[in-house]
């Protein structure tokens, strides 16, 4: 079993930056493959960023290309999320996830662990 938990929301203006943190703990997590999602009100949870466990391969959904840059430190059992140019239209709870699985995916089903999610406002 895995707990996930994340850190480092909170409210910013608009082009400010942020970091997430989502630290995991029960078992070793070094070859999941992990991601991040975001729900905004009224809306469905959407992908974010992912990576291999190895950090050979990542995925960014297109609206955050550039922007966004997801990494993790196996050693430390973390995984980062650096937000940079926020916008208005980034505004969710953003929630960090694990694929045991270990394939890349962006499909919320096949992602085992979940995090209780942090929530990042930006103000315009």
């Known amino acids: 079993q895995v707990q996930l938990a994340e850190s480092g929301g909170g409210l910013v203006q608009a082009g400010e930056s942020l970091r997430l943190s989502c630290a995991a703990s029960?078992?070793?997590?070094?070859?999941?493959?992990m991601g991040w999602f975001r729900q905004a009100p009224g809306k469905e949870r959407s992908f974010v960023a992912a990576?291999?466990?190895?950090?050979?391969?990542?995925d960014y959904r297109d609206s955050v290309k550039g922007r966004f840059t997801i990494s993790r430190d196996n050693a430390k059992n973390t995984v980062y999320l650096q937000m940079n140019s926020l916008k208005p239209e980034d505004t969710a709870v953003y929630y960090c996830?694990?694929?045991?699985?270990?394939?890349?995916?962006?499909?919320?089903?096949?992602?085992?662990?979940w995090g209780q999610g942090t929530q990042v406002t930006v103000s315009s």
């Open positions: 996830a694990g694929s045991k699985g270990g394939r890349p995916t962006r499909d919320r089903y096949e992602y085992d662990y």
């Open positions: 029960g078992r070793t997590f070094s070859s999941y493959y």
């Open positions: 990576m291999s466990w190895s950090g050979s391969f990542f």
